[in-house]
T-cell receptor
């Protein structure tokens, strides 16, 4: 079964600085999707960035970028020029490309709480 | 617009009472999920369904029940057997058969025992 591990329960960054959130996963599959979701205090889940495993190029969305290392099964999120509005819980998620399997092939990490200091 | 609707947003349950949280999607997704989130914690999977009339237990199914009679609906019942139901509940869905790469979430429901 697949697993997703976020080893940093909490992180802190100074406003305008850069921070990297870690995520590792375990799978025997070769084709899958990876996601980072942001959950602010409103609890709404907001998609930050997604990566398709067959694409070698790292995904980027404005100030957010990932470092996807398929062989190492690592999917870290880098937030540049951190803003106060970035403070939230961040979840890493894995989704198999293939239908079926345990948990419907949708697995979340336990989350990292990011604080941004002014 | 397509999306997931959860209701109610806030719900209060008395001791010994069953309550049902609604989750409806108009995205034509096969797979739907229910998660529980306690304050400051991650998402814990309660139940999931990958097809109509079929569902599977997640990690914390005890005290909960679901049904999937229609593709667009996946209601969650919190039964009196769930001793600590106060939490935030999230419903999610994804497209099936690898054709979709986005997870859709509802806005969540807060359940409080009074």
């Amino acid at each position: 079964a697949q697993t997703v591990t976020q080893s940093q329960p909490e992180m802190s960054v100074q406003e305008a600085e850069t921070v990297t959130l870690s995520c590792t996963y375990d799978t025997s599959e070769s084709d899958y999707y990876l996601f980072w979701y942001k959950q602010p205090p409103s609890r709404q889940m907001i998609l930050v960035i997604r990566q398709e495993a067959y694409k070698q190029q790292n995904a980027t969305e404005n100030r957010f970028s990932v470092n996807f290392q398929k062989a190492a099964k690592s999917f870290s999120l880098k937030i540049s020029d951190s803003q106060l509005g970035d403070a939230a819980m961040y979840f890493c998620a894995y989704r198999s490309r293939y239908y079926g399997g345990s948990q419907g092939n949708l697995i979340f990490g336990k989350g990292t709480k990011l604080s941004v200091k002014p | 617009d397509g999306g997931i609707t959860q209701s109610p947003k806030y719900l209060f349950r008395k001791e010994g009472q069953n309550v049902t949280l609604s989750c409806e999607q108009n995205l034509n997704h096969d797979a739907m999920y229910w998660y529980r989130q306690d304050p400051g914690q991650g998402l814990r999977l309660i139940y999931y369904s990958q097809i109509v009339n079929d569902f599977q237990k997640g990690d914390i199914a005890e005290g909960y029940s679901v049904s999937r009679e229609k593709k667009e609906s996946f209601p969650l019942t919190v039964t009196s057997a769930q001793k600590n139901p106060t939490a935030f509940y999230l419903c999610a869905s994804i497209a099936d058969r690898g054709s979709g790469n986005t997870i859709y979430f509802g806005e969540g429901s807060w359940l409080t025992v009074v």
